[in-house]
């Protein structure tokens, strides 16, 4: 089965520096990939989906990238604020659903 | 812009009762799906339907089903509920054949005693 792997210690950055978050998947080769924010007790929220044929899409201060030789996306967040403060969720398009990784801790001190 | 809605918010049942979960989509979208996230889980997909006819399958019990209806909103239904199904339960929409992110709403807290 498929199989995804986020970061599983929070990352903890200052304000203003770049917070990069990675998500790595197993069995399996996406035509797409797609990134969530969630914030407590809260539904996900869609940020960014990249395509396999996407080396890198950007957003305002967000970016990814998608390497399929890797099986390896990259979340960046440039000029992080605490209010990028949440739970950043990688997932892949299986069929019509979306399987989602673990997520990952950001916390952003000022 | 409007957002999928779900209701109720919150819901506390006992074990061994049933409890019904709606969901409202996002007006013009056709596609709903159900997610269950235990605590400090990420969202697990239980099911989702195309025009009112179930699309794709996932960890379902056999004790929950769903269903979608002619005006789009969907109810998961949860028999003989047990200490474990306590968890968020989302639901989230998108369009066939438009953008493929999926809109979530903001879920049911369902507490099983």
């Known amino acids: 089965s498929q199989k995804i792997e986020q970061n599983s210690e929070a990352l903890n950055i200052q304000e203003g520096k770049t917070a990069t978050l990675t998500c790595n998947y197993t069995n399996y080769s996406p035509a797409y990939l797609q990134w969530y924010r969630q914030d407590p007790g809260r539904g996900p929220v869609f940020l960014l989906l990249?395509?396999?044929?996407?080396k890198e899409k950007r957003k305002e201060r967000l970016k990814v990238t998608f390497d399929t030789t890797l099986k390896q996306s990259l979340f960046h967040i440039t000029a992080s604020q605490p209010a990028d403060s949440a739970t950043y969720l990688c997932a892949l398009e299986y069929g019509n659903k979306l399987v989602f990784g673990a997520g990952t801790i950001l916390r952003v001190k000022s | 812009a409007a957002g999928v809605i779900q209701s109720p918010r919150h819901l506390i049942k006992e074990k061994r009762e049933t409890a019904t979960l709606k969901c409202y989509p996002i007006p013009r979208h056709d596609t709903v799906y159900w997610y269950q996230q235990g605590p400090g889980q990420d969202p697990q997909f239980l099911i989702s339907f195309y025009e009112k006819m179930q699309s794709d399958k996932g960890s379902i019990p056999d004790r929950f089903s769903a269903q979608q209806f002619s005006d789009y909103h969907s109810e998961l239904n949860m028999s003989s509920l047990e200490l474990g199904d306590s968890a968020l339960y989302f639901c989230?929409?998108?369009?066939?054949?438009?953008?493929?992110?999926?809109?979530f709403g903001p879920g049911t807290r369902l507490t099983v005693t």
């Open positions: 989230a929409s998108s369009i066939t054949g438009g953008p493929r992110e999926q809109y």
């Open positions: 990249i395509r396999e044929n996407e």
